[in-house]
């Protein structure tokens, strides 16, 4: 059972925006701004895309944004494209290490 | 560019051990915070354990402690891990990341570990 909880799937047209959300505890999401998201697609290793809540790293699209509100956090991605169809993970700081959680798959119908 | 090799990933029995290797280019490796992080076949990532520039070392993971033990030669650029005891649940692909203030910045391409008779 990963330390932060992610819903298994989600889904959406072309177009159209998602949200995946992010649940944790006081001792991980709740007490820090140290959330990152990562893609990832089949087979390949994963790829920073938000990390500090809301801050893109260099060359990632403006289409991916991040937010958090108290022990949630949540990945936005607004005008889907058939290549954002990947596993998606949120992790957090929690004391002196990251824990993760379980991912997210994103089907572009 | 940032490129992070593992290598010395394979099929290995129950109980025996394998080394780790993650050779790194394109960083101030010798400032670094480095991790190693694991996704079993159909799984989701999971931190193992991390090391700071100096060799200060922190375990995610219980069930790996006194198991496995992360280290670094700063002056070959190069992070290790070394695997004992190995257990089937050990399974999985064995990424080297560069870590910055609690996010993974860099990835390898994985090593793949095969504990199995």
């Known amino acids: 059972q990963s330390a932060l909880t992610q819903p298994a799937s989600v889904s959406g047209s072309p177009g159209q925006s998602i949200t995946v959300s992010c649940t944790g505890t006081?001792?991980?999401?709740?007490?820090?701004?140290?959330v990152s998201w990562y893609q990832q697609h089949p087979g390949k290793a994963p790829k920073l895309i938000i990390y500090?809540?809301?801050n893109r790293p260099s060359g990632v699209s403006n289409r991916f944004s991040g937010s958090k509100s108290g022990n949630t956090a949540s990945l936005t991605i607004s005008g889907l494209q058939a290549e954002d169809e990947a596993d998606y993970y949120c992790?957090?700081?929690?004391?002196?290490?990251?824990?993760f959680g379980g991912g997210t798959k994103l089907t572009v119908l | 560019e940032v490129q992070l090799v593992e290598s010395g990933g394979g099929l290995v029995q129950p109980g025996g051990s394998l080394r780790l290797s993650c050779a790194a280019s394109g960083i101030n490796f010798n400032i670094q915070y480095m991790t190693w992080v694991r996704q079993a076949p159909g799984k989701g990532l999971e931190c193992v354990a991390k090391i700071g520039p100096e060799g200060g070392v922190t375990d995610c993971m219980d069930s790996v402690k006194g198991r496995f033990t992360i280290s670094r030669d700063n002056a070959k650029n190069s992070l290790y891990l070394q695997m004992n005891s190995l257990r089937a649940e050990d399974t999985a692909v064995y990424y080297c990341v560069v870590e910055t203030w609690y996010r993974f910045d860099s990835w390898g391409q994985g090593t793949l570990v095969t504990v199995s008779s």
């Open positions: 992790a957090s700081k929690r004391i002196f290490h990251v824990v």
């Open positions: 006081s001792s991980d999401l709740g007490d820090y701004t140290y």
């Open positions: 500090d809540v809301s």
